[in-house]
């Protein structure tokens, strides 16, 4: 059965910092290609960043220059560290894993809430 976990998120001020988790179980992950989504308050899902089973990372441009997406392939976990936190960053956030032909996987989400 596969699973995902989230965690790390939390209440923070603005311009601060948190780091999300996500730990896989189930899933032969190096081979799996992680993301992360958000959805925040009435918005549609967006995609935020995506770890190849290479290493290879994209962003979204909204993200970019603040947020880093890394995969620790010992431990079965991506992570998601977000710097420079904004407002508009408020939003679930939902860990993905992707291997074509084999299945496309969701996390229930961690919530982040960014406010003074």
């Known amino acids: 059965q596969v699973q995902l976990v989230e965690s790390g998120g939390g209440l923070v001020q603005p311009g601060g910092s948190l780091r999300l988790s996500c730990a896989a179980s189930?899933?032969?992950?190096?081979?799996?290609?992680m993301g992360w989504y958000r959805q925040g308050p009435g918005k549609s899902r967006e995609w935020v960043a995506t770890t190849t089973s290479g290493g290879s990372t994209i962003y979204a441009d909204s993200v970019k220059g603040r947020f880093t997406i890394s995969r620790d392939n010992t431990k079965n976990t991506v992570y998601l560290q977000m710097n420079g936190l904004k407002p508009e960053d408020t939003a679930v956030y939902l860990c993905t894993a992707v291997r074509t032909g084999f299945g496309n996987y969701w996390g229930q989400g961690t919530q982040v809430t960014v406010s003074s």
């Open positions: 189930g899933v032969t992950f190096p081979l799996y290609a």
